[in-house]
């Protein structure tokens, strides 16, 4: 009487059941005739033995149409290969399809799943003390907490057992699981996890007490730059009009707007330089108006912060200029 295995055989119904529902509609035309051809092309690999290229084009064939048929085909390829787990699983899966459609392969995919129930290689890893942060991963493959301590199948060969927290890996073991028998990985994740503090993020410096003076603005080297110039084009604004009067003499030649060629020459030379003073004045304060501006709005060195009631005076002086005149507004704040 062989050996049976209720709750796998449970599980994989219901595995088989939650693939069906997930998989959707059957499949189109397309993907029919392509599953086909690789059925075909499978089918002729695998009488010829030539098992290990034949069970992919079965499994392809498969993803395209989940006919019953390749599905028992690849449950034999893979137990050919020495697949056992893979091969008892889809023998399984095939009975269950076979039974619910009244498929009179059923009792053929359990007596295949029945014969290979001794045979199932299994895998036990056993955590003493589970650490929420840390997981155990086998073959890629995250192990639920449910499965701690329980002897699962797997294929024969050899098995990976990896304890990671998040991508880091703190711990490896490699393990053998042979046919009929079970293979067991024991593993202490609370000393795993001391054995591997996290690393400590390095701490960013906060401000906690004064801070050194922010360097010296070029703001104010600027503006002294440019009140230098504004002063210099005011200063040049002035000997132009001075110029300009002493030109004013010799336009004495003319006479009820009548001139002499010397008066007009003299007119035109006191109105010429008259003209650029006025612009080179104006540009002279303008420049002025922006230089003093920087100078007096420059970030400076924080000081000592004002007493409750106290405040501090920020004042502001610009030049301005109307066609009528000029001067210059002081003005600011408390």
Request: overall charge neutral; aromatic content about 4%; hydrophobic content about 45%.
């Amino acid at each position: 009487m062989p050996i049976r295995l209720p709750v796998l055989s449970r599980l994989a119904a219901a595995g088989a059941l939650v693939a069906s529902i997930l998989l959707g509609p059957p499949a189109h035309g397309d993907d029919r005739a392509a599953a086909q051809a690789l059925f075909d092309a499978a089918k002729a690999l695998a009488l010829e033995s030539k098992f290990a290229e034949a069970c992919p084009k079965f499994e392809a064939s498969y993803k395209l149409d989940r006919a019953l048929g390749t599905l028992l085909n690849m449950a034999d390829c893979h137990e050919k290969i020495g697949k056992v787990a893979s091969a008892w699983a889809e023998f399984e899966e095939a009975a269950d399809r076979a039974a619910r459609a009244a498929d009179n392969r059923v009792d053929y995919a359990k007596q295949r799943r029945d014969a290979l129930t001794p045979r199932l290689p299994k895998l036990q890893i056993t955590i003493g003390k589970p650490v929420r942060t840390l997981a155990v991963v086998r073959d890629e493959v995250k192990v639920d907490e449910a499965m701690y301590g329980v002897a699962l199948p797997v294929d024969p060969g050899s098995h990976a057992v990896v304890v990671k927290r998040g991508e880091q890996v703190l711990k490896e073991e490699k393990v053998e699981a042979a046919e009929g028998g079970t293979a067991t990985v024991t593993l202490d994740l609370e000393a795993i996890d001391k054995a591997n503090p996290p690393p400590v993020p390095t701490a960013t410096a906060t401000a906690t007490g004064p801070q050194p003076p922010p360097p010296p603005s070029s703001q104010k080297a600027i503006g002294f730059i440019v009140g230098g110039v504004g002063a210099a084009a005011v200063i040049g604004a002035v000997v132009l009009e001075i110029v300009a009067i002493n030109k004013k003499p010799g336009a004495s030649d003319c006479v009820n707007k009548f001139c002499t060629p010397t008066g007009i020459d003299a007119a035109n030379s006191a109105k010429t330089f008259a003209d650029v003073g006025q612009w080179v004045g104006i540009g002279g304060l303008a420049a002025a108006a922006i230089g003093v501006t920087l100078i007096l709005t420059a970030p400076s060195a924080p000081a000592e912060q004002p007493r409750a009631g106290s405040g501090r005076r920020r004042a502001a002086l610009a030049p301005w200029i109307a066609p009528g005149g000029g001067g210059v507004a002081l003005g600011g704040r408390l």
